[in-house]
Structures are given as C-alpha cells and as structure tokens.
C-alpha cells in the first residue's frame, strides 16, 4: 500500500510514527483549524496510530496515510481520506509539520493520493472541507482543481468559537483530464 512519489513515500503508519505525530499535531499553529487541540499528548497519538494501522484504504472509514520524506525517511505529515459506504465517493484532509510548510510536500502528497482515488479505485468525486480562515489549504485545493461549492457560515463550533466552513469538490472527469 505505499504510494511513491519524486520526494516523498505515503505508506500506512507505523507504532515508532507516535512522537512525530504528537510533536506536530502539539504546535498551536498546526492545530489552529484542526479539529483537535493543542497539546496533543502521546497517548493520544499512539491511541490514533493505533487505529489507522487498523484501518483500511479500500474499506468504507477513514484511512490516514503518512507521509514520509524519501531522502531522510523523516515524517512529515498526513493525508486522510473517509470513503464513503458507496466506495465512490471521498472526503480528504491533509496537515504538514510547520517546519515542511511550503515546499510543496502537501500538494505532491495530495495530488498522489487524489490519483489512487481516482486512477486506481475508480472514485466519481473526491470533497474536502476547511475553515474559511485557512487559505492555504483553501489555496491549495483550488490549485489542485477542486471547485468551491459552498460557504456553511458559522457551521463549526470549534476551540470555543463559532466558525465559517468552504466546501470543495472534485469530480473524476476534472481529474481524469489533467
């Protein structure tokens, strides 16, 4: 299940992944607009590594890829994908560690996992969802041809504040075509 790309190998995640992903999901500017809060201690994260080993990418849930830096072996983020009970339908997400921001590890890692979506298991429409405040994520889907098809406004009650939602679409014959 490992996908490769120039710099970076997406592959399930492992129980020595814990510290890494509670180290980065712990800084305040990474957790801003997740739905987790900062600090994220280890136990929580070897209690969420725990079930994304468990989980399945071809199977209705989520599935959470990590994604590892080819040259150093370094973690460096995640993507999660929630596959719909129909299997053709997804939800994504994607965090980077603040020190791998702006290198394009997220877009590379993203447009990896938007080409098994669709390529391999044959998906019809990929959704992603973000606070409105997060332009980067918003930037970046809107870079990797999603459509923006919604505002909810004050959709999400979230670190004790109210908070607006865009909703994104992808559909297969967008990305099929690229």
């Not at 993203?110 to 930037?139: I, Y």
Request: one cysteine or more; aromatic letters at 10%; charged letters at 30%.
């Amino acid at each position: 299940m490992l996908i490769a790309t120039e710099r970076l190998i997406l592959r399930r995640f492992r129980k020595d992944d814990a510290p890494v992903l509670a180290a980065y999901r712990s800084d305040p500017d990474v957790a801003r607009y997740q739905s987790w809060d900062s600090p994220f201690s280890l136990l929580r994260a070897e209690t969420a590594v725990a079930n994304f080993i468990a989980s399945d990418p071809d199977k209705p849930g989520w599935f959470q890829y990590a994604v590892e830096r080819t040259a150093d072996r370094e973690l460096v983020g995640d993507v999660a994908v929630h596959l719909h009970d129909n299997l053709k339908q997804a939800e994504i997400g994607f965090t980077v560690a603040r020190e791998h921001q702006r290198h394009g590890y997220a877009r590379e890692a993203v447009t990896a996992v938007l080409d098994r979506l669709f390529r391999l298991q044959g998906l019809h429409k990929v959704t992603g969802e973000c606070d409105s405040r997060n332009v980067a994520s918003a930037g970046l889907m809107e870079r990797l041809g999603f459509t923006r098809e919604g505002l909810l406004r004050q959709q999400t009650y979230i670190k004790g504040e109210w908070t607006d939602d865009l909703l994104y679409g992808l559909l297969s014959t967008e990305w099929l075509i690229r």
